[in-house]
């Protein structure tokens, strides 16, 4: 399952690509290149899984307390992101060859090369699977952050494992690739697809940029990935290469100095909208009115399906009228709302919660709504009968 989430879906179609031109070796080769191609996205996505986890535990002892896609708070890192999945989506518009042909493989090149781009595509699928991760990992993540080293180290490496557990049983049972099809002409066509793919990430990743440095910051990165894909295209293309780094990288450190100094420019909650506080919260209620609590960050994706297609809609828009509504955005770091989520056993967002005048609890709702349930929850709260 958590192959089939958005984030994660660019980076799959990458890895089926390179399984799919695995077939047009002969047998024996091919169930061996299956098989390595397994093995090092499989390394690629535990170990990176146990890295986070490392990271965490290093940050937990540095006194910082992080939860699920705290990466993506970071806007340098959003920005190296941003610039590396251009550079792959050129390598399937031709720009250049990243992806070394299957006969030529094994005639001319080491097969650790194949390796490590597998592990490689791991490394990628975990940075891009853990900021949308909630809807099927909230309470197990939430159990790790509280838990132990051993704990986190373990709950990482049964996420990872779980990640890679399409290519595990392609390596173990190599006859279930026969269902993938044949190399072919389409191949090419499927190759610009997955570049679109990749370059609609890129397009989510500079809008989470622009959230959390402003037009400005959001300005200085698309003018570095125009930057660093003419260089790729020169040093791709050039006949004296080396003339060509040597005026492109400079070209590419200059303008990557502007996006990496980027002021953080992010306005927690627009004017429409009421920040969250414990206070804000008890205010309301000795009001005598229903609170809901929406934990939510511009990076998350299931966050914002959350609110376009279910407390967007017009019949729930008019159930919260009664109701206050606090936002917690989770976008750029915040250790009051970090500690909140961990007070309800999560990790990362989204997180809603309903509190009813009167209640020793607010209603957790789950972390993919339902209209009908919401609405169900809200008419409960405005009538004054609580769960």
Not at 160 to 169: C, E, I
Not at 334 to 349: K, N, S, T
């Amino acid at each position: 399952v958590l192959n089939l989430m958005p984030c994660v879906l660019p980076v799959l179609g990458l890895k089926v690509f390179g399984l799919v031109r695995a077939r047009g070796e002969d047998a024996d080769d091919a169930t061996r290149t299956l098989r390595k191609h397994a093995l090092g996205y499989t390394i690629g996505v535990i170990g990176s899984m146990e890295l986070l986890a490392g990271v965490v535990l290093a940050l937990r002892t540095a006194g910082v307390e992080t939860g699920m896609g705290f990466q993506l708070q970071e806007p340098r890192f959003v920005a190296f992101l941003a610039v590396l999945l251009v550079v792959l989506s050129l390598s399937f518009f031709g720009v250049f060859e990243l992806h070394v042909g299957a006969t030529e493989l094994s005639a001319k090149v080491d097969r650790s090369e194949g390796m490590a781009k597998s592990v490689g595509e791991g490394v990628l699928t975990v940075v891009l699977a853990t900021p949308c991760s909630a809807p099927f990992l909230g309470t197990a993540i939430g159990f790790a952050f509280a838990g132990s080293a051993p704990v986190i180290l373990a709950v990482f490496a049964a996420i990872g494992f779980g990640l890679a557990l399409p290519f595990v049983l392609i390596a173990i049972f190599p006859a279930l690739a026969k269902r993938l099809p044949k190399p072919g002409a389409w191949m090419v066509n499927l190759q610009r697809f997955l570049g679109f793919l990749l370059l609609a990430t890129v397009i989510w990743l500079a809008w989470v940029h622009g959230q959390l440095t402003g037009v400005t910051g959001m300005t200085t990165l698309l003018g570095l990935l125009l930057t660093a894909a003419f260089a790729t295209w020169w040093i791709a293309s050039a006949s004296k290469r080396w003339v060509a780094v040597l005026v492109a990288l400079p070209l590419v450190a200059f303008v990557g100095h502007a996006t990496w100094s980027a002021p953080r420019d992010h306005t927690p909650v627009s004017e429409a909208e009421q920040p969250w506080s414990p206070d804000a919260v008890q205010t309301s209620l000795g009001e005598g009115r229903p609170v809901l609590v929406i934990f939510t960050a511009d990076w998350c994706l299931t966050c914002k399906a959350n609110e376009r297609l279910v407390l967007g809609r017009e019949d729930v828009e008019e159930a919260l009228e009664g109701v206050t509504v606090l936002v917690g955005d989770w976008t750029a770091r915040d250790e009051a709302i970090r500690a909140e989520l961990a007070r309800h056993g999560r990790a990362g967002v989204p997180l809603y919660l309903l509190y009813v005048p009167g209640a020793d609890h607010p209603e957790v709702w789950p972390e993919l709504l339902g209209a009908d349930e919401v609405l169900e929850a809200l008419d409960r709260a405005t009538s004054g009968r609580s769960t």
